[in-house]
């Protein structure tokens, strides 16, 4: 190994951590190590390369507690409860973030979050603890997003969105400007939100409205 370039591991072997390990590799921060994950039926296995190491308990067996982790689980949800069992071990967490992400200087960026390919994050902005920016999503001046929100392939937010704790905004929904997003809430594939869309929702259409409570 690299003695300059620190290790990390992905917790997640399905779709989503696989799109992690592959911008960890492009990012060239890190050198990613393997993956964690709570099927024991692909432990030993490879996934892109990448060894399977085990679930949660490999993080002492294994001697995993020195590398910080990234969560590659799609899920808000899932991903939510896991990171609250690493923090309970003491883990630390790293951030995967594409090269050729155009993310304005003054954003900020909590620790876990992952930004894919293609996305654009511009000035003002802030991101939460452990959230996904998708490929090609825009998130535009002044956006505020919460923690472990996944804002979708090729979504658009307008200035002053805010997006709350757990929602997900869907596969090229747009968000006018200045609408906030309540928490859990779930946005449409598609859907253009021009208001605001109260907490643990689902929200379609367009205009996108509330069809039933989560």
């Given at each position: 190994?690299?003695?300059?370039?620190?290790?990390?591991?992905?917790?997640?072997?399905?779709?989503?951590?696989?799109?992690?390990?592959?911008?960890l590799e492009r990012q060239a921060k890190?050198?990613?190590?393997?993956?964690?994950?709570?099927?024991?039926?692909?432990?030993?296995?490879?996934?892109?390369?990448?060894?399977?190491?085990?679930?949660?308990?490999?993080?002492?067996?294994?001697?995993?507690?020195?590398?910080?982790?990234?969560?590659?689980?799609?899920?808000?949800?899932?991903?939510?409860?896991?990171?609250?069992?690493?923090?309970?071990?003491?883990?630390?967490?790293?951030?995967?973030?594409?090269?050729?992400?155009?993310?304005?200087?003054?954003?900020?960026?909590?620790?876990?979050?992952?930004?894919?390919?293609?996305?654009?994050?511009?000035?003002?902005?802030?991101?939460?603890?452990?959230?996904?920016?998708?490929?090609?999503?825009?998130?535009?001046?002044?956006?505020?997003?919460?923690?472990?929100?996944?804002?979708?392939?090729?979504?658009?937010?307008?200035?002053?969105?805010?997006v709350q704790e757990g929602a997900h905004?869907?596969?090229?929904?747009?968000?006018?400007?200045?609408?906030?997003?309540?928490?859990?809430?779930?946005?449409?594939?598609?859907?253009?939100?021009?208001?605001?869309?109260?907490?643990?929702?689902?929200?379609?259409?367009?205009?996108?409205?509330?069809?039933?409570?989560?």
């Amino acid at each position: 190994m690299n003695n300059h370039v620190p290790g990390i591991i992905v917790y997640g072997a399905g779709g989503h951590g696989k799109v992690v390990a592959e911008v960890l590799e492009r990012q060239a921060k890190y050198m990613l190590l393997g993956f964690l994950d709570d099927n024991p039926g692909i432990w030993g296995k490879e996934v892109s390369g990448y060894k399977i190491f085990g679930g949660i308990e490999c993080y002492s067996e294994q001697g995993l507690a020195r590398y910080p982790f990234i969560v590659g689980i799609g899920d808000n949800q899932a991903r939510e409860q896991l990171v609250a069992k690493l923090e309970t071990l003491g883990c630390h967490f790293g951030r995967a973030i594409h090269p050729s992400a155009q993310i304005a200087r003054d954003v900020q960026l909590a620790q876990g979050v992952m930004v894919m390919a293609n996305v654009v994050i511009n000035p003002g902005s802030s991101i939460g603890n452990h959230t996904i920016i998708n490929t090609s999503a825009i998130v535009e001046h002044d956006g505020v997003i919460g923690n472990f929100v996944h804002i979708s392939p090729a979504a658009a937010l307008g200035g002053n969105v805010t997006v709350q704790e757990g929602a997900h905004v869907g596969i090229g929904a747009i968000i006018l400007p200045g609408v906030k997003i309540g928490a859990y809430s779930v946005i449409g594939a598609g859907a253009v939100v021009t208001e605001d869309i109260p907490e643990r929702v689902v929200a379609m259409g367009v205009p996108a409205k509330p069809i039933r409570k989560l």
